[in-house]
């Protein structure tokens, strides 16, 4: 599975962006895929998953409730709606694929990787 990661951009605090994460492979619908984000000089933090049918997803605490996860699989592609934007959700944001079944939190579960797409909240 390759993943390219596109949306990202500059947003005042409590703005909205929507990224994307365009797939190819076939695997692509047999995937679990997630959100990460990775701002400078800490680790990539989880931030959200969804698995292949689309029927479950999770979420990390500091995000629930201001961003959504979903998933095309016609269109091979993944988006992460973000609203209420605040500063420290400043970052480079990846999206990544996971073989498995059910949704893992962990980075080190993810075989496949986007490029990261920067997100910078101004206050």
């Known amino acids: 599975v390759q993943l390219q990661a596109s949306g990202g951009g500059l947003v005042q605090a409590g703005g909205s962006l929507r990224l994307s994460c365009a797939a190819s492979g076939r695997t692509f619908k047999t995937a679990t895929l997630g959100w990460f984000r990775q701002a400078p000089g800490k680790d990539r933090d989880f931030v959200a998953a969804?698995?292949?049918?689309?029927?479950?997803?999770h979420y990390a605490d500091s995000v629930r409730g201001r961003f959504t996860i979903s998933r095309d699989n016609a269109k091979n592609t993944i988006y992460l709606q973000m609203n209420s934007l605040k500063p420290e959700d400043t970052a480079v944001y990846y999206c990544?694929?996971?073989?498995?079944?059910?949704?893992?939190?962990?980075?080190?579960?993810?075989?496949?990787w986007g490029q990261g797409t920067q997100v910078t909240v101004s206050s």
């Open positions: 969804i698995t292949r049918s689309g029927s479950s997803t």
């Open positions: 990544a694929a996971d073989g498995h079944l059910t949704i893992a939190t962990q980075a080190a579960r993810y075989d496949y």
